[in-house]
């Protein structure tokens, strides 16, 4: 695909704080990756339906149309979408939605047409009446130049057009439960403007010189471009919910095909079950995925383990199944139980040096942002380890702040933390920990995720496992051992915390 922000243009863009989840999930990514579509039309339906806030089409609906269109024989239409592939079919509902064309001024249609008919008549008293036919020619070369110059310096969106009509009536005997209620078709059959303009239909170099010395002579271009602007503002309505319902059924098509390449499930919506259960879930965008199950018995969940041992990369699969389930009706798992609340996310966080917005600056807006957020709508809130560039001290109490008003506010919240201090603040959340399974210099894969904490010298584990240099690890490991001996005052307090 090339240049998505041009050839989805017409789109309405997510806002920011919606732009930071498609972000922390890489569903920019995951996009190109399950786009199994036929057509421009379905790939532009594809990216609006995914990255849009709110669903304009149920999830039950998506569902019960998969299940109708997946046992019936629709190769015909998917060949026909087939053809709808080049650039100038993703600027065919640009030209619906925005009408900017203008009609083009009928005179000098006319004119030319009179000045070839004095010209010929007059011929026939004397040869210096030719003059009228240079004449009716030059107004016909620019009407010409004019048609092509005004369909954003592309003649060949005529022939996108056309195709999209085909399409269009070919695609209006199909039944979905999301497009119950059809329009009515327009009369007019506006795809055999694809004669005069598809090179394809000339099939030698007489036959198109003859049809080129006919545009020249009689207005064919302004004519034709004229019945297509009367046309299309005509039926603009019909024209924007066919490609609604094109886009729609291509969608379900590549829905289809995902789970032929995938092993995913349906899952269930149920907002009274009060969590998120997903059994041998995984991260469609890792190659050689590991399974994870979480099924939890309380709302709220924090994920403690080694460095690197994939608590991200578990909070980005439980959020992207979550989006996708939600979005798609399906899940990248065996089997799944939803809540129909939005995601948000915080995985990432960027500096904007030139907007004068530091590292620890961004965190504390995106929380206040979530928070917001959450009073006005419950959300399910996924958080990884943040605030890692203050001391550890302030982080804790930070954190801790954070994640008890967000536990309030939230329908649930996931988080991760390395800090032993910090979860035992938290005893009535889920406690689960990754183990790693393997980390070398170049790779860390994710292991099982259990019940219970693993904090203990993570981040030393990890720094000799991958070959730190032995004077490094001795003064860690000295240093970490006397930290250790001030656990007990250390817990002793974190029950005080706890109390009030």
Known sequence: MKNEQRLFE???????????TILDVNLEELFNKIDYTSSAFGRQFFYKHLFEKFNSIPTNIIQNDFIQLSTKDNSRIIKELEKCNNESDYHVIDTIINSRFKRLNTSISLSSTILLIIGLLGLIIHFSFAIFILASITLNIKSATNCERSFHERPNTYIAISRFINLAHLISGVKTYAFKDELKKPKLRFHRLNYFFSESSLHNYATKSIFNLIRIIIPIDRIAYKYYITHLNSNTDYYIRTFQKIGYFDLINSIVE????????????????GNIRMVKGYHPLIEEYKTHSYIPVKKDSIITGGIMSGKSTFLKQIALNTIIGQKLGICFASEA???????CTFMNSTENLLGGVSHFYSHLTRMKNIMQTCLKEKHIVII??????????????????????????????????????????????NLYHINRAKISDQEAYSGEIVQGTQLECNTIN?????????SVLENAKKLHQHISMHHDKINSYSNTIINL
Not at 337 to 343: E, G, Q
């Open 258 to 273: 995902i789970r032929n390449n995938y092993q995913t499930c349906i899952p269930t919506f149920n907002d009274n079950y």
């Open 384 to 429: 990884d380890n943040t605030f890692k560039s203050v001391n550890s001290s302030e982080q804790v109490a930070i954190n801790y702040g954070i994640i008890k008003e967000i536990s309030k506010l939230s329908h649930i919240l996931l988080t991760t933390s390395d800090d032993d201090n910090l979860v035992k603040l938290f005893p009535n959340f």
């Open 462 to 470: 990890a720094a000799q496992e991958l070959g730190m240099p032995n």
């Open 10 to 20: 017409h789109l309405v863009k997510p806002n920011l704080f919606h732009t930071q």
């Open 337 to 343: 139980i939803l809540p129909t609340f939005p995601v």
